[in-house]
């Protein structure tokens, strides 16, 4: 790779031992995908924060990086999830054990000057890149979101390249930061109207067709997608294929500029696939002992829905709606927090259904609305899965 003058002193290691670790790292990477030269960045998101996925050895691996005071996030940077509500794991049955080592991992972060407030939707508290910015991202449904609604720049990074990343504030460039990789390869017609966990289904369908392509989609005549559905729709793609950026007609900012009109590769999608996706995305036919909600993380809009769904009743299995503590502060403020806790419900922080040790606090099956955490808890923490809109998976006294 081609190396500017200062990028050959971060790379000497004339800024500190984790600077040129960073820059060994990020040029690993362009040498590997064929990069020429970098590109700056203003943002980054990290994954590799859960104590469930990264352990001891990656708990080891980022106190070593922090004990460099030279090396600190050069840009706007934020944390996937973590592995516990780091405020009130013990409520939530957490053990002691694992909260310190999780902890410890977010301060070790924060150290390295990376902001310790921990989601996969860091475009709802405030990392937002505009139309074009070159940025490094690694949480899958935040890549495609901020890909395809946005029309930032980002390959799907790893946790330790997106981490150098924010630290050299650079990334080899390369993939989808060049305009002839933001192709569609893949016409998708969906030729029914979607509601609620059908975006999820179709999103799922289509991740395992198009694999780690572009799907264009064209939707029903007076279909109405929401931010929220956007949002589903790319976690859906994300985990069932490697999709990181996907387009629809008339409603993505870059849906003009990907050469549709080119494609001789067309699927359509209707009423029955969906129905038939839906139900194999269930494991178990039973009812969710725990209903788990916001994967990825909740926005604002939909704690309001919940809120009003619950609103005056009792729920009689437990639920967990999970979103950032910024989110949560705001739904403090609004009063559905309020709601959904006198319905017995919890709004967590912090992290989720799907990097949790979910697995070790007794639930047989979960209930979910995410085709992501329907495609992941099961493998991941070996429960079942119930897949379906919320009012479906609630039961009131």
Not at 64 to 80: R, V
Not at 296 to 302: F, R, T, V, W, Y
Not at 334 to 340: A, E, H, L, P
Request: net charge negative; glycine share 10%; hydrophobic share 40%.
């Amino acid at each position: 790779m081609f190396l500017t003058p200062e990028e050959e002193k971060m790379s000497n290691g004339e800024y500190g031992e984790t600077i040129r670790k960073s820059m060994d790292i990020l040029i690993a990477l362009g040498d590997i995908y064929g990069a020429e030269k970098f590109v700056d960045i203003s943002s980054a998101q990290v994954s590799g924060v859960s104590y469930k996925t990264i352990g001891q050895a990656g708990l080891e691996y980022l106190e070593d990086l922090a004990l460099d005071t030279k090396a600190k996030a050069s840009i706007p940077s934020t944390l996937n999830p973590a592995g516990v509500d780091l405020d009130n794991w013990e409520e939530l049955g957490f053990s002691e054990f694992f909260a310190n080592k999780q902890n410890k991992i977010v301060d070790a972060y924060g150290k390295l000057g990376i902001n310790t407030t921990c989601t996969c939707t860091p475009y709802l508290i405030g990392n937002v890149p505009r139309f074009g910015d070159h940025i490094s991202w690694s949480e899958s449904s935040a890549v495609a979101y901020v890909n395809s609604v946005i029309g930032a720049r980002t390959n799907r990074e790893g946790g330790p390249g997106a981490l150098a990343a924010a630290i050299c504030g650079k990334t080899p460039l390369y993939g989808f930061h060049l305009d002839e990789n933001r192709k569609a390869t893949l016409k998708v017609n969906v030729d029914t109207e979607l509601k609620g966990a059908d975006f999820g289904a179709l999103g799922y369908a289509i991740g395992q067709i198009v694999k780690d392509g572009v799907p264009y989609f064209t939707l029903s005549e007076n279909q109405k997608i929401s931010n929220d559905d956007l949002k589903t729709l790319g976690a859906a793609l994300a985990s069932s294929g490697a999709v990181a950026l996907y387009q629809v007609e008339g409603v993505t900012p870059e849906y003009k500029d990907v050469g549709v009109e080119e494609l001789k590769d067309v699927v359509s999608i209707d009423s029955s696939d969906i129905k038939e996706t839906r139900a194999k995305l269930s494991t178990s036919d039973k009812d969710a002992d725990l209903v788990c909600l916001g994967c990825p993380h909740a926005s604002l809009a939909e704690i309001e829905s919940l809120a009003e769904i619950v609103k005056g009743k009792k729920i009689k299995n437990e639920l967990w709606i999970c979103t950032s503590i910024n989110i949560k502060a705001s739904a403090d403020r609004m009063g559905y927090t309020k709601i959904i806790e006198n319905a017995g419900g919890h709004i967590v922080c912090d992290t989720c259904m799907v990097v949790a040790p979910i697995e070790d606090l007794g639930y047989k099956v979960i209930g979910v609305n995410s085709a992501k955490a329907a495609n992941y808890v099961p493998s991941m923490g070996g429960i079942d899965v119930k897949y379906d809109d919320v009012e479906n998976l609630l039961i009131f006294e």
